[in-house]
């Protein structure tokens, strides 16, 4: 006669269950510093995990055919939470195999796709499959203990792993990553899975090896290292947060007024997300940061000018148009950032607090806050990316760009930050042309010198300036500095709306991930043709 009661199969197989998703569902934050949180990130490890699992349904059955399933049941349990305990220290050293640091964006093209499908396959494979075992084990134990039909036996487990599976996706996501971490919540599910089958072979009477191994098991997690990834060279850490987003860290480098703090996100490759320096003002070549600053002077702004900044980040679209207004316009501004570690970080290190005229919306996505406000703007600024490069799919369609427009004064201004190789690469130019279908009328490209990026400008109810003509002049000499090399041949071009339905980009149809690795695969041929 198995040892276990129904209810207490039933308790076990919900754990179990809730186990499976937490590593299911943080597997995809354990890997987006190296690999992203892409929809092809998402798919290989779903499918990883899908595929382990079956393999373990296949093995439990195979091994709940002989011998006592109250045992297995627990060594099974015990194998989990050790294979799970691991998975946040063998992170690190695995995605390098497959994705080696110091690598720029365009050497990582293919690698982010097979690179996620082999990592998660090294790491999530082992406990995925044996946790898949749990089920089969727990039906033999609950038909032994039971008896009548195993369709019953079998139904009443489904039923409480899936119920515990529902209690883990909610929880891991809402509770456990945000409020302890990553490791914490891998290292967490590990020691539930453990206890349950210390407790599981307890009730078989095998309890001494069982407590040999979770201790032994325990001792090695807590003793393994983090993982923390190195600063470079010449660099001060000043902070690192592990948000429910995303890994962030400060760095600082520089003395005086050469003093910089950037905002790393992720493994970050070769780019970062915010940059500071001591005075506000236009940051110099190479930062598409400073071209938010041309609208104001194309519009001779005179009085204020009504700023909302999509993407946030740590406000350096803030600092920069408080440097470079015309004289005497004073800025209003409202910025909306998802991620509020994004936000606290900016706080503290990149001058961010509040003030008169700056408004800060932490924690909300930037097109549902939008649609609940009524306010018009002189100029939005939408610079809104996960994981340095990926556009969110529902922020770069045609009907967003509509809300957008719908949103500015008379005469107001879009400015796009737009990330690609060249005016040419096939993200800039897909969000172009749906910008321009949004607006009904041509857009401005310009590339940003230095830099790999574009900026795209779009206007409600007003002419764009062309390059060269009167209307392009600035009289701030710093700012028309920044804008006289847009000027030259190549720099600059027009971008008219579509003349197919199928090259707009909408909520239905935004396929933003496909071109984002075309434009990646484009930017690396690019490279090495040149070279």
């Known amino acids: 006669m198995e040892a276990l009661g129904a209810l207490e199969v039933s308790l076990v197989v919900a754990l179990a269950g809730a186990g499976t998703m937490t590593v299911e569902l943080a597997a995809v934050r354990l890997l987006a510093p190296w690999f992203g949180a892409s929809s092809v990130v998402w798919t290989n490890v779903i499918g990883v995990i899908l595929l382990s699992l079956a393999v373990g349904y296949l093995a439990g059955a195979r091994l709940s055919c002989r011998g006592s399933s109250t045992r297995r049941l627990g060594l ?7 294979a799970t305990a691991w998975l946040p220290f063998l992170a690190r050293p695995v995605a390098e195999v497959f994705l080696p640091s110091g690598m720029a964006l365009d050497e990582a093209a293919a690698l982010l796709v097979w690179g996620s499908l082999a ?12 946790l898949g075992c749990v089920g089969p084990l727990a039906v033999e134990v609950l038909q032994r203990r ?8 079998g139904g009443r487990i489904l039923c409480a792993s899936t119920l515990g599976s529902l209690a883990g996706t909610f929880a891991t996501t809402h509770v456990f990553v945000p409020q302890v971490g990553l490791r914490w919540t891998f290292l967490g599910a590990a020691l539930v899975l453990a206890a349950l089958g210390l407790w599981v072979l307890a009730r078989a009477g095998r309890v001494r090896a069982a407590q040999a191994a979770l201790g032994a098991a325990v001792l090695a997690a807590l003793l ?31 003395t005086g007024a050469e003093l910089r703090r950037r905002l790393e996100v992720n493994e970050g490759f070769d780019s970062f997300q915010s940059l500071w320096q001591p005075e506000p003002g236009l940051l110099g070549a190479g930062h598409y940061y400073d071209l938010f600053a041309l609208p104001a002077h194309w519009s001779r702004a005179r009085s204020s000018w009504r700023v909302l900044i999509l993407g946030l980040g740590a406000g350096t679209a803030v600092r920069v148009l408080e440097g470079t207004l015309p004289a005497g316009v004073a800025l209003d501004s409202t910025g909306i ?6 936000v606290a970080l900016g706080e503290a290190h990149f001058d961010l607090a509040a003030a008169d005229g700056r408004r800060v919306v932490a924690g909300a996505d930037a097109r549902a806050v939008l649609r609940a406000s009524p306010e018009r703007f002189d100029q939005i600024v939408l610079d809104t990316y996960a994981n340095n490069m990926e556009v969110p799919a529902h922020l770069a369609t045609v009907e967003f760009f509509r809300e957008l427009r719908a949103h500015l004064a008379p005469g107001g201004w879009l400015s796009v930050n737009a990330a690609g190789f060249g005016q040419g690469d096939p993200v800039v130019r897909a969000i172009a042309g749906t910008l321009a279908a949004a607006f009904e009328q041509r857009v401005l490209l310009v590339r940003v010198p230095f830099a790999r990026n574009c900026a795209l400008y779009a206007r409600e109810g007003g002419a764009l300036p062309e390059p060269g003509t009167p209307e392009w002049s600035i009289a701030d000499p710093r700012v028309a500095a920044l804008s006289a090399p847009l000027e030259l041949p190549g720099a600059w071009t027009w971008v008219e709306p579509p003349a197919r339905r199928a090259d707009v980009l909408t909520d239905d149809r935004s396929p933003i991930e496909r071109l984002q690795l075309a434009s990646i695969a484009a930017g690396r041929a690019r490279w090495v043709a040149e070279r």
Do not use: K, M, N
């Not at 099974?76 to 050790?82: H, K, R, S, T, Y």
């Not at 039971?146 to 036996?153: K, S, Y």
């Open 146 to 153: 039971r008896g009548g039909h195993a369709g019953d036996a």
């Open 76 to 82: 099974v349990l015990l194998a989990a939470g050790l």
């Open 337 to 342: 950032e998802i991620d509020p570690e994004v």
């Open 119 to 130: 990592a998660a396959l090294v790491l999530f494979l082992p406990a995925a499959a044996v």
């Open 224 to 254: 393994a290292p983090q993982g923390v990834r190195p600063s470079r060279e010449g660099e001060r850490l000043l902070a690192a947060v592990e948000s429910p987003y995303q890994t962030l860290r400060v760095v600082e480098w520089g």
